[in-house]
């Protein structure tokens, strides 16, 4: 079979596209047929050597939509899709033609989703759900996203509305805030990080109950954003990993701060999730999404470097 691999880390240039064994399932797995995998930041930043937990040679990518192929027959020629912290690091990922995981690792997809819809959702859904269930966003809850024209940012949004929370989305351009404003929601522009406070004030009276920051350097001003109370959710941080808190200001308001990171959870922990949000996409609550680059695996080489690169459209792998 076709796959992307690497056998060392910490240059692009060691992601070669291979020909590889078809892999053979065991006791309670299942191989799928990939139809098409997601291309997240986190797939390009493993093969440059940022997770030092990664067994090699592997093939990267986490996220995946597909049929199975062989594995126990009652599940023989389902349609799934999944995702999770096994996916690419110790465990191959779906950078190829063929998967191989546990039965409890996949989850039926979406009848309403194309495989290339389903593979773009994996990573920037599961993160927005976890975020949005661990910081307790219900109905009415006062929500701000930062970071939401990004593909996290995108699935909070959607995902927080059909939880009927009142959100509000800020981003950096105003050409970004335009198209939010088309869709319907309030919207904002960040200005300097120290007026971030009366910036959310003046929508969200006393302050966001939550907020999501999902670009990582927004952290230390969301804290004046924040209701007595709030929770904010984060995702990401500088390279260097260290931000200056106001500490004080955040135990004052008796905050929280709730990290979320995919990458503790298994493919089957990701498989509930997916079950979980899932239905709402063949309920007609959550839009189909669109927007995304699809490209050959075989081209999967100028891909990364591309999101490498800083490219905003998600990519989609079609082996």
Avoid at 68 to 85: H, M, R, S, Y
Avoid at 89 to 117: C, M, N, T, W
Avoid at 128 to 151: E, F, K, M, P, S
Avoid at 161 to 182: D, P
Wanted: hydrophobic share 45%; net charge neutral.
């Amino acid at each position: 079979m076709k796959a992307l691999q690497f056998s060392k880390t910490g240059d692009l240039a060691a992601l070669n596209l291979v020909e590889l064994p078809l892999p053979v399932p065991g006791a309670n797995e299942v191989l799928v047929q990939v139809r098409a995998a997601g291309l997240n930041p986190s797939d390009v930043k493993n093969v440059l050597g940022r997770f030092p937990y990664t067994t090699l040679p592997r093939v990267p990518g986490r996220d995946f939509a597909g049929v199975i192929v062989d594995g126990p027959q009652a599940l023989v020629g389902q349609e799934v899709w999944g995702t999770g912290k096994e996916l690419g690091f110790y465990r191959d990922g779906s950078h190829a033609s063929y998967l191989v995981l546990p039965i409890e690792g996949v989850a039926l997809k979406p009848k309403s989703l194309s495989f290339e819809q389903a593979a773009s959702l994996g990573v920037p859904y599961t993160t927005a759900w976890d975020a949005l269930q661990r910081t307790g966003v219900g109905a009415d809850t006062r929500l701000l996203v930062i970071g939401a024209n990004g593909a996290v940012g995108t699935a909070a949004i959607a995902l927080a509305k059909v939880l009927g929370a009142r959100v509000l989305a800020a981003v950096r351009r105003t050409e970004q805030a335009q198209v939010l404003l088309e869709q319907g929601l309030e919207v904002l522009v960040l200005d300097k990080p120290e007026s971030l406070g009366t910036q959310v004030n003046e929508v969200f009276a006393g302050g966001a109950e939550v907020i999501f920051d999902t670009t990582g350097h927004w952290l230390p001003a969301a804290v004046s954003a924040l209701r007595t109370f709030g929770r904010i959710a984060f995702i990401a941080a500088p390279q260097d990993g260290h931000v200056h808190l106001p500490a004080l200001a955040l135990y004052r308001k008796g905050g929280s701060l709730v990290g979320v990171n995919t990458l503790l959870y298994s493919c089957g922990d990701c498989a509930q999730r997916l079950n979980q949000f899932g239905q709402y996409f063949d309920q007609g609550l959550l839009p189909a999404p669109g927007g995304f680059q699809e490209a050959a695996l075989a081209d999967g080489l100028a891909c990364y470097a591309q999101v490498n690169e800083g490219a905003c459209a998600k990519v989609v792998l079609i082996p």
